[in-house]
């Protein structure tokens, strides 16, 4: 299938076109949502494997096993920030826990207030994919997406849902929220796809 592609992410180097930033600054759209731990559960519906939908209590989600990935922040507006130790339950061990039907072939991840990013499924079972709820063994903060964001280190880091709430199978291809708005659907920054302009055919569904 088409090109090779950079799945396992280079570490600690700057993507063409990206600068260094210092410190960690907050970047999104739209406000900081409050977390209220009785009404948070994380879901994973659409094409399951036996077609139910699977949820967990926040509580329930932190028993999962936990991991740790070394990952750099790529964000499209072009600053990197590098050097980072992210704990939390890889995307694997939530996909084996609640697998999905064998023709998914995508997987939109779901945050509050519905904001959204769709992934290939390979890059949502990618080794370094893992849905974080620690920075460097810290917490992390509401700004920066406690009590769940995902980091897909291989990808820009819209690629990665702060106050991450679940995701949906799918067995075709649909845009997120920036994929709708004018960013490329898959969004590698080593080739800088930052813009659905630059797509190529088989890259994403027409806009
Ligand atoms: N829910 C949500 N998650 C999001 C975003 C957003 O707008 N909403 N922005 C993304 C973008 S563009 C970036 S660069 C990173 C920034 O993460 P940080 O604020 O922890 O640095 O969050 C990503 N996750
Ligand atoms: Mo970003």
């Not at 977390?35 to 999962?64: I, N, S, Y």
């Not at 659907?185 to 302009?197: A, K, L, T, V």
Request: charge should be negative; charged fraction near 25%.
């Amino acid at each position: 299938m088409g090109q090779p592609d950079s799945r396992h992410a280079k570490q600690n180097e700057l993507p063409p076109g990206q600068r260094l930033q210092r410190g960690w600054p907050v970047t999104h759209y739209g406000p900081v949502p409050k977390f209220r731990p009785e009404r948070w559960e994380f879901r994973v519906f659409g094409a399951t494997a036996d077609g139910e939908k699977h949820c967990w209590t926040h509580e329930e989600f932190g028993a999962l096993p936990y991991a740790t990935v070394l990952a750099d922040l790529h964000c499209v507006t072009k600053f990197s920030v590098l050097g980072a130790e992210w704990g939390g339950v890889p995307a694997r061990a939530v996909l084996d826990l609640a697998p999905p039907a064998p023709d998914v072939t995508h997987v939109m991840v779901w945050a509050e207030y519905g904001f959204s990013s769709n992934l290939r499924i390979s890059d949502f079972t990618a080794e370094q994919t893992i849905f974080a709820t620690h920075r460097d063994g810290e917490l992390l903060t509401a700004e920066h997406g406690f009590p769940l964001r995902l980091v897909v280190p291989h990808l820009y880091a819209w690629k990665g849902p702060k106050w991450v709430r679940g995701i949906e199978y799918m067995t075709a291809d649909r845009r997120g929220f920036w994929e709708e708005r004018g960013y490329h659907n898959i969004g590698d920054p080593w080739r800088e796809q930052r813009y659905s302009y630059q797509e190529e055919p088989g890259d994403g569904p027409e806009l």
